[in-house]
Nanobody
Framework: VQLVESGGGLVQPGGSLRLSCVAS????????MSWYRQAPGKERELVAR????????DYADAVKGRFTISRDNAKNTMYLQMNSLKPEDTAVYYC??????WGQGTQVTVSP
């Protein structure tokens, strides 16, 4: 069982990135899937969640209107499209499967 994130990097303020989370060993759509982030010196926080079943989506207030979570069941992959990035979005981003499985994280740095 594995979750592997990718797509992080260094981007200027106002830029965009798309993170991917590929699941193996289990069916991603059977779990509520989430993106979390953790900035240096701060606690891990929920960024976005897409539920199993009805696919209901929730976002943290800080990213509403800028980030979009989605999943491709055929590819067993979840995505996080991040637009209008700000320096305060700098963090390690993790994907999570209902707390059962975590990825290793991918670094996102937003800096001029």
């Amino acid at each position: 069982v594995q979750l592997v994130e990718s797509g992080g990097g260094l981007v200027q303020p106002g830029g965009s990135l798309r993170l991917s989370c590929v699941a193996s060993g289990f069916t991603l759509s059977s779990y509520a899937m989430s993106w979390y982030r953790q900035a240096p010196g701060k606690e891990r926080e929920l960024v976005a969640r897409i539920r199993s079943g009805d696919g209901r989506i929730d976002y943290a207030d800080a990213v509403k209107g800028r980030f979009t979570i989605s999943r491709d069941n055929a590819k067993n992959t979840m995505y996080l499209q991040m637009n209008s990035l700000k320096p305060e979005d700098t963090a390690v981003y993790y994907c999570d499967a209902s707390g059962f499985y975590w990825g290793q994280g991918t670094q996102v740095t937003v800096s001029p």
